[in-house]
Antibody
Framework: QVQLLESGGGVVQPGKSLKLSCAVS????????MHWVRQAPGKGLEWLAV????????YYVDSVKGRFTISRDNSKNTVYLQMDSLRSEDTAVYYC?????????WGQGTPVIVSS | DIQMTQSPSSLSASLGERVTITCRAS??????LAWYQQQPGKAPKLLIY???ALQPGVPSRFSGGGSGTEFTLTISNLQPEDVATYYC?????????FGQGTKVEIK
């Protein structure tokens, strides 16, 4: 069955960096776009970024543009989110999701806490 | 960027009742809209795509409709397992913006 497994979350100080990974199995990974979505405590879903099936197209929401970088390694069936210059408002559960249009498979999420 | 606005923000209904949630886009998005269900403590789950197509495995009491700027999600015959927050999302073009969510509770 299809599985998306995020890892790399944790507690990090403001201004520092963290890299999230999402390992995908059970589907033809290199055929699909991949996304990152986050949810701050008690808040709604915020779409963050997308990378195309081949990695050549990327798009970011304004709130993370210039600080976060999405990438993928099709040889490892993995999508990444490099997060730099982290702020307290980046504290959230981070989900990866698969989809070129609608997001039909989601991981279970990995928590990121930005705190001194 | 196109904004997505859901209403109401929350609702309380009785078991077996019919519930309707509305999602409005600030500009037309054709039928490029999905609905997700997020049960407490869980990851979101795709319910409906293309405004009205039911994702396989989703109960038929869920239905979606609309196009352009106004969309609806209807739950007929509300069940206890439907307690969740529901989100709409556009995917006509980036950014893939979500609505702010509608929390559904049982009265």
């Amino acid at each position: 069955q299809v599985q998306l497994l995020e890892s790399g979350g944790g507690v990090v100080q403001p201004g520092k960096s963290l890299k999230l990974s999402c390992a995908v199995s059970g589907l033809n990974f290199r055929s699909h776009g991949m996304h990152w979505v986050r949810q701050a405590p008690g808040k709604g879903l915020e779409w963050l970024a997308v990378v195309s099936y081949d990695g050549n197209y990327k798009y970011y929401v304004d709130s993370v543009k210039g600080r976060f970088t999405i990438s993928r390694d099709n040889s490892k069936n993995t999508v990444y989110l490099q997060m730099d210059s982290l702020r307290s408002e980046d504290t959230a559960v981070y989900y990866c999701a698969k989809g070129t249009r609608e997001l039909d498979y989601w991981g279970q999420g990995t928590p990121v806490i930005v705190s001194s | 960027d196109i904004q997505m606005t859901q209403s109401p923000s929350s609702l309380s209904a009785s078991l077996g009742e019919r519930v309707t949630i509305t999602c409005r886009a600030s500009q037309g998005i054709s039928s490029n809209l999905a609905w997700y269900q997020q049960q407490p403590g869980k990851a979101p789950k795709l319910l409906i795509y293309g405004s009205s197509a039911l994702q396989p495995g989703v109960p038929s009491r869920f239905s979606g409709g609309g196009s352009g700027t106004e969309f609806t999600l209807t739950i007929s015959n509300l069940q206890p397992e439907d307690v969740a927050t529901y989100y709409c999302q556009k995917y006509d073009s980036a950014p893939w913006t979500f609505g702010q969510g509608t929390k559904v509770e049982i009265k």
